[in-house]
């Protein structure tokens, strides 16, 4: 058994996993991540290894005081992954970008592959049916876009994330919920369709907090997991061991 910990930009999620099947997810926030691993490690006594993907402000100590107790696994640049990275700048290259690009490659074997995370930025990574990295490009997250609007204007409000009733919105409330959740709509079918003039054929992968949101609004067809992340962290891992 292993515990996959996924720390981002705003919480930390985890899984439990046994045989690549997830027993038990968590969701906490950073300040809580020593009690709230200690209660998981209690509960499932049979976890073997911690597996980190980490882009977050959370330092190795707070991981390694578990070190008497199971293996300690950062994921990191120096691992070999099953794709050849192309990024100009690989070492720039976000962890959980790589992680996400590893399990598009290891779950969708010999395809074109584009991987979009929306969660507090809107990733998208495309690996093509080589296994070769081409890169992507990086966004505004839906609630940085509600945030940016608050705190760079004098007085539009800051709102929460909600389904716009029509594309014109006859009221600032309504009009920053169709600009928020319409924008990033049309982003990401744009970003396929551009995509799509190059590769005839690709499997597309949503994944992120919003993404369960966004999934029915877009018109393009695209294979859904919000678990995404975490299940391709189990198998980086699973590669790793392999070719150590």
């Known amino acids: 058994m292993i515990l996959a910990v996924d720390v981002g930009n705003t919480r930390i999620k ?10 038990e997810q968590f969701v906490f926030e950073k300040n809580e991540l020593q009690k709230k691993i200690e209660i998981i490690l209690k509960k499932h006594q049979n976890i073997s290894d911690l597996v980190v993907a980490s882009v977050g402000s959370i330092s190795k100590e707070d991981f390694l005081v578990f070190e008497k107790d199971i293996k300690i696994n950062f994921i990191s640049h120096q691992d070999q992954f099953p794709f050849q990275n192309l990024y100009e700048t690989p070492l720039t290259l976000g962890i959980d970008r790589m992680v996400l690009s590893a399990g598009a490659v290891l779950q969708f074997p010999k395809q074109n592959r584009l991987v979009i995370d929306a969660g507090t930025c809107i990733t998208y990574d495309f690996i093509d049916e080589n296994n070769n990295y081409l890169g992507g490009a990086i ?30 919105g006859n009221s600032t409330n309504k009009s920053i919920h169709s600009g928020v959740v319409n924008g990033v709509v049309h982003e ?15 499997t597309i992968i949503l994944t992120g907090g919003d993404g369960v949101f966004l999934a029915k609004r ?17 198998h980086t891992f699973q590669y790793k061991i392999k070719n150590d």
């Open 188 to 202: 990401m079918d744009g970003f396929i369709n551009q995509y799509k003039e190059q590769y005839s054929k690709f």
């Open 218 to 234: 877009l018109k393009n067809t695209i294979f859904a997991n919000s678990n995404f992340l975490l299940e391709s962290l189990n």
């Open 139 to 168: 966004s505004p997250g839906i609630r940085l876009r509600y945030e940016s609007l608050h705190n760079y204007t004098a007085k539009l409000p800051l709102l929460t994330v909600e389904n716009p009733e029509n594309f014109i």
């Open 14 to 23: 985890s899984a439990v996993f046994e045989n690549n099947i997830i027993l």
